[in-house]
Structures are given as structure tokens and as C-alpha cells.
Nanobody, 120 residues
């Protein structure tokens, strides 16, 4: 599967951004999709995941209540709506595809990242 993430950019603290990730080459609708992030000098961490149907979502405590993951299986696209952004949300954001349709699952396929920078 090929994953293409986009939508990153520079935003002020308190602002919003929506990331998108388009998938091709593998049945998109059968698998969990996730968003991860890697801040400068830190390890990559989990941010959010969504089941194959979109019926179940999962969030890291650090983003819960501010970020919303969703998917459109007809468009082979997963989204991450990020609200109330904080400087500590600055990171490269990666989308990934899970190995199964339900979470938890290993994430085996990764896209290139998109940079989100939140200024104070």
C-alpha cells in the first residue's frame, strides 16, 4: 500500500489543521488506520487510530478531546482534525495502515510524514 499524507503547515497555538492521508494499492476499507507523530529529538508516538468501519476510534491521552480521526472508505482517505493546537503538538505526523481491521494491531505500512508546526 502507498500512503500519502498532506495538510501540515504552520499554525498559531489555539488554531486548527486537518491532515489527510490517501491510500492506494491495497484494500483500504479492511484495515485499521492510524496517525503517529514524531517531535524533534523524540521517538515516534501513537496519536490516534480508527477501525476499518470507522465505528471505533482510539486516542492518546495527549490529544484526546482535541483531535478527531475519521475515514472515508469510498475515497480511501483517513483524516486527522486537530483543534486547540499547542506548541507541544509540533511534530512530523505519519499515517499508517494496520495489519487487521480492529485495534490493537501492528502497523506495517507507513507513509511519508507531513510537518505540523505550532507557534506560541
Amino acid at each position: 500500500v502507498q500512503l500519502q499524507a498532506y495538510g501540515g503547515g504552520l499554525v498559531q497555538a489555539g488554531g486548527s489543521l486537518r491532515l489527510s492521508c490517501a491510500a492506494s494499492g491495497r484494500t483500504f476499507s479492511s484495515y485499521v488506520m492510524g496517525w503517529f507523530r514524531q517531535a524533534p529529538g523524540k521517538e515516534r508516538e501513537f496519536a490516534a487510530a480508527i477501525s476499518w468501519s470507522g465505528g471505533s476510534t482510539y486516542y492518546a491521552d495527549s490529544v484526546k478531546g482535541r483531535f478527531t480521526i475519521s475515514r472515508d472508505n469510498a475515497k480511501n482517505t483517513v483524516y486527522l482534525q486537530m483543534n486547540s493546537l499547542k506548541p507541544e503538538d509540533t511534530a512530523v505526523y505519519y499515517c499508517a495502515q494496520g495489519a487487521s481491521g480492529s485495534y490493537p494491531t501492528p502497523f506495517a505500512s507507513w507513509g511519508q510524514g507531513t510537518l505540523v508546526t505550532v507557534s506560541s
